[in-house]
């Protein structure tokens, strides 16, 4: 009976959706985090760190949101901020009963990034990722099986890098946490540096 009511409780989470919202067409699928609505809007997903262009992974990540969103209606559910530094829109998006954010958390094509004060799902974006990443579905079947000695921080980006990245070394003290592992920081909602890639096999080309 508890699973049972565990099940519908999760369920209900998941095909939740603002009966009240408009909704508008995706027309154009920029990144795995952001969608070009028919209304002019630019929506980037809450929770959800993929790469930008010229990363490794963009264009998997985009082709993974893409297959989601496509041409198909949207409804938007926000959290506490609602839009970012760049003026774009910070959503929940659904694409008929499908939580996109979660989707893509779950199939492996973006990374958990929990940004206070937007953290309503966070404890289902991790968990989704633990799934994910321990059945190496999407960019997880490239995890570089080793950990670095520890990793350097930003409290402020909520993004985590290798020790030896520049843009880490740049940070000062006070700006820092320290995790001794991935799973540490990846449990904490943090994100990796899509420059010296700490999650992921080492590029040929090192950031210097
Ligand atoms: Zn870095």
Not at 74 to 91: Q, S
Not at 134 to 144: L, T
Request: include cysteine; glycine fraction near 6%.
């Amino acid at each position: 009976m508890k699973h049972k009511l565990f099940i519908c409780a999760l369920l209900s989470l998941l095909l939740y959706k603002p009966l009240w919202a408009e909704q508008f067409v995706a027309n154009k699928v920029v990144s795995g985090e952001l969608v070009k609505l028919s209304n002019g809007d630019k929506v980037r997903y809450i929770g959800v760190d993929a790469p930008a262009d010229g990363s490794i992974f963009f264009e998997e990540s985009r082709q993974a949101n893409k297959k989601l969103v496509d041409r198909k209606l949207i409804t938007k559910e926000y959290d506490v901020r609602h839009k970012d530094g760049n003026g774009d829109l910070l959503g929940y998006v659904y694409a008929g009963d499908v939580f996109v954010n979660a989707q893509l958390l779950k199939n492996g094509f973006g990374i958990a990034y929990i940004v206070p004060p937007n953290q309503k799902y966070a404890d289902l974006f991790i968990s989704l990722q633990k799934e994910a990443r321990k059945k190496r579905r999407g960019i997880w079947a490239f995890e570089d099986p080793n950990d670095e000695a520890y990793y350097i921080a930003s409290k402020g980006s909520r993004k985590f890098h290798r020790p030896n990245c520049r843009f880490a070394r740049a940070l000062s003290f006070d700006k820092r946490v320290i995790f001794r592992t991935r799973d540490e920081a990846l449990s904490k909602g943090y994100s990796q540096d899509w420059r010296c890639n700490p999650l992921f096999k080492r590029q040929e080309k090192e950031i210097k």
